[in-house]
């Protein structure tokens, strides 16, 4: 069992790669936030949260793993 840091950087940092990695899948597929947003019935705010790393939920990010057609593991890797 690893013990946790003093702080809580880490959190930080690790929901930041997992929006990079949102994004770049995105990109990857060359679509738009919009396309996200309406396929992934969440608003622009939403998106907007989980591209850039702030607190998201699971079940959000489940919906963008199925919209992206990507195993949800590869976002939270």
Same mark, same amino acid.
């Given at each position: 069992?690893?013990?946790?840091?003093?702080?809580d950087t880490w959190i930080h940092d690790r929901r930041r790669a997992i929006g990079d990695r949102v994004r770049a899948e995105r990109e990857r597929q060359e679509l738009t936030q919009e396309q996200v947003i309406l396929?992934?019935? =969440?608003? #622009? @705010?939403? =998106?907007? #949260? @989980?591209?850039?790393?702030?607190?998201?939920?699971?079940?959000?990010?489940?919906k963008i793993?199925?919209?992206l057609d990507v195993p949800l593991a590869d976002l939270v890797r």
């Open positions: 069992m690893r013990d946790l840091p003093d702080d396929a992934a019935r =969440i608003d #622009r @705010v939403t =998106i907007w #949260r @989980v591209e850039t790393g702030q607190e998201m939920k699971l079940s959000t990010l489940l793993a199925r919209v």
